[in-house]
């Protein structure tokens, strides 16, 4: 079963972010102060203000990053063994769910009003799953709304572990199999290239003076480290909603139906067009519109007010399901709004 592949950035690119990190974390200096630059990778600059080493950091190669990179795009690699390793999934691949690249105009809000002509402009698809672009320098994941619905032992393992959420999703969100230790360290090596730098963060020139003036005083260290982190989100927060409880009045907000055909065209068909990873296949052809207008007033999980908050699940027989949106990553009126385009092009 091949998948399609398709790297997003160059391998070699990919390489010299990762001697950053195989270099123990060096730091350029200048009569003893740091030189911080755009290009700084801002774990670096934390661990250098006393940090405590995250658990998920690691020491890298450039071959466990091209591993990494290909089991996250393609679901499989070649391993250290020198075998072609079995799919992580029969039916999904991380990248089915999850961009690699920045997704947010404003890295500290997760805002899926700004995000969606933000994804539009860059070319990549409006997704369920929170980009992997600065997942390592999170502090938390499967958060909020998350915990209660996975609860328990596997919740209380992934939600403060990079390790545990990456396996968490291999087994639950991609209904696929657990994965190997090296499996894990791989994409852990490949994300390690995706982490913020300092000039994601959109420092001013006086930020940057703020950085190199640093003392000594480990309170100041303290300072400067909490106050880095604000330019930026520690997790990604997850509120799940519910289905209005008249589906012909929705939730009561006036649609936009050019939205709409942005939600469509980026974030429906990502995975419903033909040769994606749904085997419920959209075009944009009258035949497409008129069936989801039908669905929209009933009790059905083909309803838009239903799968969008509720999505579908696993079930024996049928493992491959859609997950579904949270409110960080799709509003009510964006729900509105690609109900408005619906019924716009199914007349």
């Not at 052809?285 to 509720?310: A, C, N, R, T, W």
């Given at each position: ?6 790297f997003h ?17 060096s730091?350029?200096l200048?009569?003893g ?9 801002v774990y ?16 890298s ?18 391993g250290?063994d020198?075998?072609?390793?079995r ?12 961009n690699?690249?920045r ?5 500290r809000?997760?805002d899926?009003e700004?995000?969606l ?6 070319g ?5 799953g929170t980009?992997f ?10 958060n ?18 990079l ?6 999703c291999?087994v639950q969100?991609?209904?696929?199999r ?8 791989a ?6 290239t ?9 420092l001013?020139e006086?930020?940057?003076q703020k950085?190199?003036k ?8 303290e ?10 989100l520690q ?13 012909r009045k ?6 936009r139906a ?5 939600l469509?065209?980026?974030?429906c068909?990502?995975?419903?067009k033909a ?7 959209l ?6 519109f ?7 007033e ?7 007010y239903?799968?969008?908050p ?6 024996p ?11 960080e990553?799709?509003?009510k009126?964006?729900?509105e709004?690609?109900?408005?385009f ?6």
């Amino acid at each position: 079963m091949e998948k399609h592949f398709d790297f997003h950035h160059s391998f070699w690119g990919v390489v010299v972010v990762l001697l950053l990190l195989v270099s123990g974390l060096s730091v350029a200096l200048s009569d003893g102060k740091p030189e911080w630059t755009a290009a700084t990778p801002v774990y670096q600059v934390l661990r250098y203000l006393g940090e405590p080493k995250a658990d998920h950091e690691l020491r890298s190669t450039e071959r466990l990053v091209k591993m990494g990179e290909e089991i996250v795009h393609r679901g499989y690699t070649v391993g250290p063994d020198g075998k072609r390793s079995r799919y992580v999934s029969k039916y999904y691949v991380c990248t089915s769910c999850h961009n690699v690249q920045r997704e947010d105009p404003d890295l500290r809000v997760s805002d899926p009003e700004a995000r969606l002509p933000y994804v539009k402009a860059k070319g990549i698809p409006f997704l369920q799953g929170t980009t992997f672009r600065g997942i390592v320098n999170r502090e938390s994941w499967y958060n909020d709304d998350y915990v209660k619905k996975y609860g328990g032992e596997a919740i209380g393992k992934a939600h403060k572990s990079l390790r545990e959420s990456i396996q968490l999703c291999a087994v639950q969100c991609s209904q696929g199999r657990p994965m190997e230790r090296w499996e894990i360290d791989a994409v852990l090596a490949y994300f390690w290239t995706l982490q913020w730098t300092l000039g994601d963060l959109g420092l001013s020139e006086e930020d940057y003076q703020k950085l190199r003036k640093e003392s000594s005083v480990q309170r100041d260290k303290e300072y400067l480290r909490s106050w880095l982190k604000t330019f930026y989100l520690q997790k990604s927060p997850a509120h799940f909603f519910d289905a209005p409880p008249d589906k012909r009045k929705g939730y009561g907000l006036k649609g936009r139906a050019a939205v709409g055909k942005d939600l469509y065209e980026l974030s429906c068909l990502h995975c419903h067009k033909a040769g994606g990873v749904s085997h419920y296949i959209l075009d944009e052809g009258k035949l497409s519109f008129k069936h989801l207008k039908s669905k929209i007033e009933k009790d059905s999980h083909m309803s838009l007010y239903q799968i969008i908050p509720y999505g579908t699940y696993a079930i024996p027989g049928h493992r491959p399901y859609m997950p579904h949106y949270p409110l960080e990553r799709m509003s009510k009126q964006q729900v509105e709004d690609l109900r408005a385009f619906v019924e716009r092009m199914s007349k």
